[in-house]
C-alpha cells in the first residue's frame, strides 16, 4: 500500500471519530424528515427504429456522374462507384491499370490489417554484449521512435560510453526504391529506408510534414541516445548480449492513422516491410499483392515497385481499390483503414479541399499526387443515409484541376 493512501485513512478514521456525536444527533433529526417515493422514469412506448437509407434515384445518379467524368480537367480518367450494398453506379475502363500515386497505400494500409492486425505492435531493443561501456540498438523497423521513446530507453539503459545501431534487420533490402528521385530526401517525401528513424527521419526535430529527411537515419537514432547516456562513441554493429531497454511502437491502427492523413512515404514503406518480414521475404511490394491475392482480391494488371506510390513504375486499376474500401465499409477486419483516411476539409491531405462543396467533412479518402496524376478513394455518406466507396485515377492531367474536379464528382454522391 503507497504511503499516502494509508495516512489518509488515518485522518479520515480521525475526523470520522472527532464527529460521531454530532452524527447521532443529525441522524435522529433527519429521520424525522417525510418525502415523497422516488422518481420513476417511464418507458418510451416503443423501441426506436434506426434510420434506413432511402432509395437511389439510379438514373438521375448514374447520368450525374457520367457528366461529370466527362470533364476534361480530368484527363485520362479511370474510376468506379459502387454502393455499400456493391452495386455498381459508376464505371469508367475501372480494370485497367493507371499510375495511381499515393493511393497505393490503400493497398499497402489492406495487407497490413490483413496480415499483421490492428494491435501490431514493433518492439526495438538494446543489448549490452561482453563490453559494459557499449551498447547497440536492435532496429527492428521503428521509423516512428520520437524523443519520449529514447528517453525511455536512456533511462532504462543508464550510462554508456558508445552507443550502435544494428540495421540487420532490413539487410537486403534496397533503401532506395525504383522510380524513386533521390532529390525527394532533401524535399522532404522520404529518407533511405533503414529500419529505426525518428519521426520518419525529419530534420530538426519535425515531427510531420515534408520537412528536410536525413541521409543517415539510423546513425542519428543511436547519435539521439547516445546524447541522452553520456556517450562518445557512435556507430554501426551487431546486436549481441543481454537486452538492457526496450520499448514498443504505437498499435499498427495509430501508425496507419499516422501514415494515410498525411500520406508519409516513410511510413508507408516500413509497413509494406513489415508484412514482408512476416510473411519470410524481403519484398515488400510483393508482399503485399501475395496477402490480396490470398484473400480473394483481383490485382491482375498490378504493378507495385513500391508501397508508398512514390515510385512512377506503380500502376493500378481503381476496380481493386474500390473493392478493398467497400470492405472496409461491410468487413470488420479492414474497418480500420477507413478512420485512417483524411476528413474533407478537414484534415491531413485533404484539409485544403472541398471547402465551398457539398462533400465537406463528409467525404474520407486517400489522394495521391504526381506529375501528371492527381487520384481519390474513399468513402461519402449521403443526405438520404446512403454510403457509396469510390476510386478515382487521373492521368495526364493537370493536377489542380483534376483535383477540382474530382472533388466535385464526389460531392455529387452526397446529393444521392
Given at each position: 500500500?503507497?504511503?499516502?493512501t494509508?495516512?489518509?485513512s488515518?485522518?479520515?478514521l480521525?475526523?470520522v471519530?472527532?464527529?460521531?456525536?454530532?452524527?447521532?444527533?443529525a441522524?435522529?433529526?433527519?429521520?424525522?424528515i417525510?418525502?415523497?417515493?422516488?422518481?420513476?422514469?417511464?418507458?418510451?412506448?416503443?423501441?426506436?427504429?434506426?434510420?434506413?437509407?432511402?432509395p437511389i434515384?439510379?438514373?438521375?445518379?448514374?447520368?450525374?456522374?457520367?457528366?461529370?467524368?466527362?470533364n476534361?480537367?480530368?484527363g485520362?480518367?479511370?474510376?468506379?462507384v459502387?454502393t455499400a450494398?456493391?452495386e455498381t453506379?459508376?464505371?469508367?475502363?475501372?480494370?485497367?491499370?493507371?499510375q495511381?500515386?499515393?493511393?497505393t497505400?490503400?493497398?499497402t494500409?489492406?495487407?497490413?490489417?490483413?496480415s499483421?492486425?490492428?494491435?501490431d505492435?514493433?518492439?526495438?531493443?538494446?543489448?549490452r554484449?561482453?563490453?559494459p561501456?557499449a551498447?547497440?540498438?536492435?532496429a527492428?523497423g521503428?521509423?516512428w521512435?520520437?524523443?519520449e521513446?529514447l528517453?525511455d530507453?536512456a533511462?532504462q539503459?543508464g550510462?554508456?560510453d558508445?552507443v550502435?545501431?544494428?540495421?540487420?534487420?532490413?539487410d537486403g533490402?534496397?533503401e532506395?526504391?525504383p522510380?524513386?528521385?533521390?532529390?525527394?530526401?532533401d524535399?522532404?517525401?522520404?529518407?533511405?529506408?533503414?529500419?529505426a528513424m525518428?519521426s520518419?527521419?525529419r530534420?530538426?526535430?519535425?515531427?510531420?510534414g515534408?520537412?528536410?529527411?536525413s541521409h543517415?537515419?539510423?546513425?542519428d537514432?543511436a547519435q539521439?541516445?547516445?546524447?541522452?547516456?553520456?556517450a562518445?562513441?557512435?556507430g554501426?554493429?551487431?546486436?549481441d548480449?543481454?537486452?538492457v531497454?526496450?520499448?514498443?511502437s504505437p498499435t499498427?491502427?495509430?501508425?496507419?492513422e499516422l501514415m494515410?492523413?498525411?500520406?508519409d512515404?516513410?511510413?508507408?514503406?516500413?509497413?509494406?516491410?513489415?508484412?514482408a518480414?512476416e510473411r519470410g521475404t524481403k519484398?515488400?511490394?510483393?508482399a503485399?499483392l501475395?496477402?490480396l491475392?490470398?484473400?480473394g482480391?483481383?490485382t491482375?494488371?498490378?504493378v507495385l515497385r513500391d508501397?508508398?506510390?512514390l515510385s512512377t513504375?506503380d500502376r493500378?486499376?481503381p476496380?481493386?481499390?474500390?473493392a478493398?474500401l467497400?470492405?472496409?465499409?461491410?468487413?470488420?477486419?479492414l474497418?480500420?483503414?477507413?478512420?485512417?483516411l483524411?476528413?474533407?476539409?478537414?484534415e491531413?491531405?485533404?484539409?485544403?479541399?472541398?471547402?465551398?462543396?457539398?462533400?465537406?467533412?463528409?467525404?474520407?479518402?486517400?489522394?495521391?499526387?504526381l506529375?501528371?496524376?492527381?487520384?481519390?478513394?474513399?468513402t461519402v455518406?449521403?443526405?438520404n443515409?446512403?454510403?457509396?466507396?469510390?476510386?478515382?485515377i487521373?492521368?495526364?492531367?493537370?493536377?489542380?484541376a483534376?483535383r477540382?474536379a474530382?472533388?466535385?464528382?464526389?460531392?455529387a454522391?452526397?446529393?444521392?
Amino acid at each position: 500500500m503507497k504511503v499516502w493512501t494509508w495516512v489518509g485513512s488515518a485522518v479520515a478514521l480521525a475526523a470520522v471519530g472527532g464527529v460521531a456525536g454530532f452524527g447521532i444527533a443529525a441522524h435522529e433529526q433527519l429521520s424525522e424528515i417525510t418525502h415523497e417515493p422516488p422518481y420513476r422514469l417511464q418507458s418510451a412506448p416503443q423501441a426506436l427504429e434506426p434510420a434506413t437509407p432511402s432509395p437511389i434515384d439510379d438514373a438521375s445518379l448514374r447520368t450525374t456522374l457520367a457528366t461529370l467524368a466527362d470533364n476534361p480537367a480530368l484527363g485520362t480518367f479511370h474510376g468506379r462507384v459502387s454502393t455499400a450494398d456493391n452495386e455498381t453506379v459508376f464505371d469508367r475502363a475501372s480494370d485497367e491499370p493507371l499510375q495511381p500515386a499515393s493511393v497505393t497505400k490503400v493497398l499497402t494500409a489492406s495487407a497490413a490489417l490483413l496480415s499483421l492486425g490492428a494491435q501490431d505492435r514493433i518492439t526495438t531493443e538494446v543489448v549490452r554484449g561482453a563490453d559494459p561501456g557499449a551498447v547497440t540498438i536492435k532496429a527492428a523497423g521503428d521509423v516512428w521512435l520520437d524523443a519520449e521513446a529514447l528517453d525511455d530507453l536512456a533511462e532504462q539503459v543508464g550510462t554508456a560510453d558508445a552507443v550502435y545501431i544494428d540495421t540487420s534487420a532490413w539487410d537486403g533490402m534496397a533503401e532506395m526504391l525504383p522510380g524513386w528521385n533521390p532529390l525527394d530526401i532533401d524535399g522532404g517525401f522520404v529518407a533511405p529506408l533503414q529500419p529505426a528513424m525518428l519521426s520518419g527521419g525529419r530534420l530538426g526535430g519535425e515531427t510531420t510534414g515534408d520537412v528536410p529527411r536525413s541521409h543517415a537515419p539510423a546513425l542519428d537514432v543511436a547519435q539521439a541516445l547516445a546524447d541522452r547516456v553520456g556517450a562518445q562513441t557512435v556507430g554501426l554493429g551487431p546486436a549481441d548480449g543481454e537486452v538492457v531497454a526496450a520499448v514498443e511502437s504505437p498499435t499498427l491502427v495509430q501508425r496507419l492513422e499516422l501514415m494515410m492523413k498525411n500520406s508519409d512515404n516513410v511510413y508507408a514503406e516500413a509497413i509494406g516491410r513489415e508484412v514482408a518480414l512476416e510473411r519470410g521475404t524481403k519484398d515488400g511490394p510483393g508482399a503485399t499483392l501475395s496477402v490480396l491475392e490470398e484473400r480473394g482480391y483481383d490485382t491482375s494488371g498490378v504493378v507495385l515497385r513500391d508501397n508508398s506510390g512514390l515510385s512512377t513504375e506503380d500502376r493500378i486499376a481503381p476496380k481493386l481499390l474500390n473493392a478493398l474500401l467497400h470492405d472496409a465499409v461491410a468487413e470488420p477486419a479492414l474497418r480500420p483503414l477507413l478512420s485512417a483516411l483524411p476528413v474533407a476539409a478537414g484534415e491531413g491531405t485533404l484539409e485544403d479541399r472541398f471547402g465551398d462543396l457539398p462533400g465537406r467533412g463528409w467525404v474520407r479518402a486517400k489522394t495521391g499526387t504526381l506529375d501528371g496524376t492527381a487520384s481519390l478513394a474513399g468513402t461519402v455518406t449521403s443526405v438520404n443515409g446512403n454510403v457509396y466507396t469510390f476510386a478515382l485515377i487521373c492521368n495526364d492531367a493537370d493536377v489542380l484541376a483534376a483535383r477540382r474536379a474530382m472533388d466535385e464528382f464526389t460531392s455529387a454522391l452526397r446529393n444521392f
